[in-house]
């Protein structure tokens, strides 16, 4: 390009010279011209005489050297253009948005036929793949300015965004998305409406779904495949190598800050509710029950039962496959054994914990502990239950031995005779010093609560000493 570089007005009469030389532009100028001759022309005789005369000449002129011509790309990869357009891209950019926002003000007095109209056919000339291409062309600038400067994109979005939510009512945006909830149901019955015409379709259409799903399983079988090739200790070194990369306290801060806001929301619930009742707990029990007081009880209790008993068959058909291969039950037994061994690690580790506490700092957790337990819903749970099974014996009082006796009755007590015996016979030199440790001093516990006592409860006390009396003793304890 022989063009020297100059300031002002004279610099973008330079690059818009240079852009009209291109191909394309001489194209456009042909078609453009042709059209506002014919506009002009309108239906008069002469001036469509006249029309056609300019319409000829022009297309002579541009077309004689239009393939001759450098195209628009070739013009941006001239160094000396680029530096020329790059120093007026902020002129560009504030006349484009001016333009921009003379238009949209102008634009949304125009009438709803209109707006449609013209919103359909921008969001048809979105979907092509040009666009692709200048967001994947955004996407590489935007990495090689962050990389030469790590401030750059930050700067950039804050001036963005600041600028964006001084300018923009938030209030008409509200508006907006409340007043256009109808018409997004209106649209998504429409489109089930029109999708349900051609069940063929909506088969089809469905039918993506599992070769979606089988497209991802097969994809991360690929994947995972790779990983399995490789050697066990460079597998290990890259997961590692992945968790070293996260930072412990970013992970903290996130976790403090989460914690910190269940805390407000359970201190503003208590502040913004009524006396005794957090107005979280409240909002979220008046959700409930309006949800639940509109469930068809009768469809979810059959819904549930039809759920337990499809999957008590799928769980039924498992263990058939699991208990049909020795090998296979096996491993799972052991995978089981495993996983108690590793809980009874973790309890045994906590318990150890607890044990190595200095005197202090253990008698400090024991009086906390039995501080905050509640004792008074303690003693309600107790009570409460008490007088339920008592309700229980009052009103079927055969109902437990019925329920007891139907159990009993299914049981063969001779092969269980048989079993507690063998069990004895192999356990019981085993037990023994545990029994002898544990029994002595229950027995005497039991005796010690026995003893006569001027109580409530000294008649029932009287009769257990009777029948004690009366298994050690025989007869004699009649006595």
């Not at 926002?101 to 979105?126: C, D, G, H, V, Y």
């Not at 259409?205 to 490789?230: D, E, H, M, R, W």
């Not at 291969?325 to 914990?353: D, G």
Request: proline letters at 3%; glycine letters at 6%; a negative charge.
């Amino acid at each position: 390009m022989q063009a020297s570089i100059n300031k002002g007005s004279e610099t973008m009469g330079i690059i818009l010279a240079e852009i009209m030389k291109t191909a394309e532009m001489k194209k456009f100028t042909r078609v453009f011209t042709g059209e506002i001759l014919d506009s002009w022309a309108g239906e008069k005789a002469i001036r469509k005489k006249a029309a056609g005369f300019l319409t000829n000449r022009v297309e002579n002129l541009l077309s004689t050297d239009e393939t001759a011509a450098t195209g628009v790309q070739s013009l941006f990869k001239d160094p000396e253009f680029m530096k020329l357009l790059t120093g007026q891209i902020p002129n560009v950019i504030q006349g484009t948005i001016g333009l921009l926002e003379t238009f949209f003000r102008e634009f949304e007095k125009q009438s709803p036929e209109l707006k449609i109209a013209t919103l359909t056919n921008f969001a048809n000339s979105l979907a092509t793949a040009q666009t692709g291409e200048i967001f994947g062309s955004i996407v590489g600038l935007l990495k090689t300015v962050q990389t030469a400067d790590k401030h750059f994109l930050p700067r950039l979005v804050e001036s963005m965004v600041s600028n964006w939510i001084t300018k923009v009512d938030f209030g008409e945006l509200k508006e907006l998305l409340e007043t256009s909830q109808d018409s997004m149901i209106e649209a998504v019955k429409a489109c089930n409406s029109l999708i349900w015409k051609y069940p063929a379709k909506l088969v089809i259409l469905l039918s993506f779904v599992p070769f979606c799903s089988n497209t991802l399983l097969k994809s991360l079988t690929v994947i995972l495949s790779g990983f399995n090739q490789a050697p066990p200790d460079l597998v290990a070194d890259i997961v590692l190598s992945l968790i070293k990369e996260i930072n412990p306290d970013d992970v903290s801060d996130s976790l403090n800050n989460l914690f910190e806001l269940a805390r407000k929301i359970e201190t503003g619930s208590a502040l913004v509710g009524d006396p005794g009742t957090p107005r979280l707990a409240a909002d979220v029990s008046s959700l409930l029950t309006s949800v639940l007081s509109g469930l068809d009880e009768t469809i979810m209790i059959k819904a549930r039962l039809a759920l337990l008993k499809d999957w008590d068959k799928i769980k039924f058909h498992l263990f058939e496959t699991l208990f049909s291969e020795p090998e296979r039950l096996h491993q799972h037994l052991s995978y089981r054994t495993a996983r108690s061994n590793s809980r009874l690690q973790s309890l045994n580790q906590k318990l150890k914990v607890i044990e190595d506490l200095q005197d202090q700092e253990f008698d400090k957790l024991l009086q906390s502990m039995m501080t905050d337990l509640d004792k008074q819903e303690l003693s309600e749970v107790v009570e409460s239950s008490a007088r339920l099974l008592e309700r229980i014996s009052l009103a079927q009082p055969d109902l437990l031995a019925a329920f007891s006796n139907q159990i009993v009755q299914q049981v063969d007590l001779v092969q269980l005779q048989e079993m507690v015996l063998n069990l004895g016979t192999g356990l019981e030199g085993a037990i023994k010093p545990l029994g002898r440790a544990i029994l002595p001093r229950l027995v005497m516990g039991v005796c010690e609560i026995l003893k006569p006592e001027e109580d409530e409860f000294e008649d029932q006390a009287a009769e257990a000493r009777k029948a004690l009396r009366f298994l050690l003793l025989g007869n004699e304890g009649q006595l």
